[in-house]
Each structure stands twice: as structure tokens, then as C-alpha cells.
């Protein structure tokens, strides 16, 4: 992203310059900036991904560039899953900005005149495929051309993960890449469909020994789930929860299940929970 000496960059500078310009020099100093250096940063990485339980991403230092790096494409998917369902305005505020201009005026400090410097976004599928919208695009000799993808057609958000894409030349490489992942977004867009499901009634739970004598569980507000086209006649919603309990019961104790099958095939699965405490009652 072309940083340097007497600048001021924001925190929304560099994220900006890591998600359009694929900046290393962003990646360095944001590492630096969190954690004080780059191994540093590299052994937070590294904790992270382990305690998210991604076990196959493995990183020697925050750019990416390194070959010694190690990733799958499926835990690649899964920390896709993961960062946007925690950051999920970050699409629209990073990664599908087609440009990203640095140095502006206010990131100078007073004596430096460096020009400002436009580069576009790598990920040629923004503008090419309706619905794309993140997430990054790389390159390295020992991997060749990658892309992780993600795009949104009428509420149902598929996420792609392409490694290895080789041309005789790089315009070659990336034409490949990007022709390998319409192929395979044509494919999940036209195969499946995503779709919102209801579920019974909660029934009120009998609490023994309490202060309070019954208490309600509540479900999930909305149950959406991904099924092949054709499933959707074959979904149904059901619940499995207990009758009774015995006090105390905790704030958010599950108290049962929500299951959505597609025929015989379980394909959602979430808890019925308790929304307030029950104390134990008196003599």
C-alpha cells in the first residue's frame, strides 16, 4: 500500500491496504501495531486459529507471502465462515471496494509530499460476477494463483476457496482461477437454495423445587437452512425438550432441541434455552 516514512495511516487505512492492495507492508505494520512485532503477531495468529479449532492453518509470519505458511482449502473455508459471521459489514467496508487511494493528505505529516497512489482491488470477479463480494485473492510460486470467494444471491451467501491455478503466463493464471470459480459459483447457485424454517411452539417447563413454578424456553428466532433444490417439500421442523426440571436452573440452561430435517437427513440442529434463572425455592 506503499507506506513510509512520515505518514500517519489509520487503523482503516491498513485494513483497507491489506483487503484492495494486498499491502504486506500493511500486514507488517498492523502486526506491529497489535502486537509489538511480527513473531509476535505470527504466535497470536497461530493461538487463534487453535483455539477456533482450525487446525490446518499454520502461518510463519502475517503477510502470507512465506511458503513455509500451510494451509487447506476447507479450514481456509471454515475461517471464512468464522470472519464473517463475527465481521459481517466487513464485505462491504473492505473486500468489495473495487480501489483503495494511499497516501491521501490528511495520512502526511508536514515536509512530505509523496503523491497519492490508486491501485484496484486483484479480485476481477467484483465486477464480473453479480453477487461477489470478498474475499482475497493471492499468489505465490510454490502455490500459484489462489482465491478465497464469497457471494450473496438472494439470502443464501456461498464461500469458495481455489488453490492452485497455473497459466504459461500470469494474465493466463488468473484467467484460469477466475474461470474455475464461476464454474463452481454457477454450480452451488443453481444446485442449492437457502431458505427460512419454522419449528412448534415451545411448551412451558415444569420447575420442581423453585421459586418460580414453570418457566418458558425460548428457540432461535429464525431457523434458515441450505438444502439441494427439490428438498424444500421435505423439510420439517420439530423440537425435543424436557417436560420438567428441578431448581436451580441457570439463565440460558438448555432445556431442549431444535431439529429441522430434509427428509431423513438432519440438517439443522440448535438449543432451546432457559431466558431467565429459577433459584431454588424456600422450605
Do not use: C
Not at 482450525?54 to 471454515?78: H, K, M, Q, W
Not at 491501485?119 to 494463483?145: A, I
Not at 450473496?152 to 503466463?169: F, K, N, Q, S
Amino acid at each position: 500500500m506503499f507506506l513510509g516514512p512520515d505518514q500517519t495511516p489509520r487503523v482503516g487505512d491498513l485494513l483497507r491496504g491489506l483487503a484492495v492492495s494486498s499491502g504486506n507492508d500493511a500486514a507488517v505494520a498492523a502486526a506491529t501495531l497489535l502486537s509489538g512485532s511480527v513473531d509476535a503477531f505470527t504466535r497470536r495468529m497461530n493461538a487463534e486459529m487453535q483455539r477456533l479449532g482450525i487446525e490446518n492453518l499454520e502461518f510463519v509470519e502475517p503477510s502470507g507471502y512465506d511458503g513455509r505458511s500451510r494451509i487447506t482449502a476447507r479450514d481456509f473455508a471454515a475461517f471464512i465462515k468464522l470472519y464473517l459471521e463475527l465481521h459481517p459489514q466487513s464485505p462491504a467496508e473492505l473486500h468489495s471496494l473495487r480501489e483503495f487511494t494511499y497516501p491521501r493528505k490528511e495520512n502526511l505529516k508536514p515536509g512530505n509530499g509523496s503523491n497519492p497512489i490508486t491501485q484496484h482491488n486483484r479480485n476481477s470477479l467484483l465486477q464480473t460476477y453479480p453477487g461477489v463480494d470478498g474475499v482475497k485473492t493471492g499468489y505465490l510460486h510454490e502455490s500459484g494463483f489462489n482465491i478465497a470467494l464469497t457471494a450473496e444471491r438472494d439470502g443464501m451467501r456461498l464461500i469458495l476457496v481455489l488453490l492452485g491455478a497455473y497459466g504459461e503466463t500470469p494474465g493466463a493464471g488468473i484467467r484460469s482461477r477466475d474461470r474455475d470459480a464461476r464454474a463452481l459459483l454457477d454450480y452451488g447457485f443453481a444446485t442449492y437454495t437457502t431458505l427460512r424454517v419454522g419449528y412448534p411452539a415451545p411448551e412451558t417447563v415444569r420447575v420442581w423445587k423453585g421459586r418460580t413454578s414453570a418457566i418458558l424456553p425460548r428457540g432461535p428466532d429464525q431457523v434458515w437452512v441450505t438444502v439441494r433444490r427439490g428438498e424444500e417439500g421435505k423439510l420439517r421442523g420439530e423440537l425435543s425438550q424436557r417436560k420438567f426440571v428441578t431448581a436451580p436452573v441457570a439463565p440460558g440452561a438448555t432445556l431442549g432441541t431444535v431439529l429441522v430435517h430434509a427428509g431423513d437427513r438432519l440438517v439443522y440442529q440448535g438449543a432451546l434455552l432457559a431466558p431467565d434463572g429459577v433459584e431454588r425455592g424456600p422450605w
